[in-house]
């Protein structure tokens, strides 16, 4: 099992930025490929950005490249979310998920998730 936290949310007016913060424990941490997802009221949850098992592989969905960045820290354990520019349509609630496989955009395809964090953006 593993276990993951997310925080950081909150809320913020539009062109602020803001960094989210995944605590990961349980199992070997860098044998997880790591992702972000969101959910908007009365939407689908949405893939964000994705991290392999080192720090070397990001991908990042098309709505928020150039504006987010995902990292992580396999000493701490953590997986971060800096999200720039944050725009009204940024706002959701934001999920850190891991896969114990290689790095992936398919939410279904990922074993643990976190409770979530909601970041709202006032325009």
């Known amino acids: 099992q593993v276990q993951l936290v997310e925080s950081g949310g909150g809320l913020v007016q539009a062109g602020d930025s803001l960094r989210l913060s995944c605590a990961a424990s349980?199992?070997?941490?860098?044998?997880?490929?790591m992702g972000w997802f969101r959910q908007a009221p009365g939407k689908e949850r949405e893939f964000v950005a994705a991290?392999?098992?080192?720090?070397?592989?990001?991908y990042v969905a098309g709505s928020v490249k150039g504006r987010f960045t995902i990292s992580r820290d396999n000493a701490k354990n953590t997986v971060g979310l800096q999200m720039n520019s944050l725009k009204p349509e940024d706002t959701a609630v934001y999920y850190c998920a891991a896969v114990g496989s290689y790095l992936i955009t398919n939410a279904d395809d990922y074993n643990y998730w976190g409770q979530g964090t909601q970041v709202t953006v006032s325009s």
């Open positions: 991290i392999g098992f080192s720090d070397r592989t990001t």
């Open positions: 349980g199992r070997t941490f860098s044998n997880y490929a």
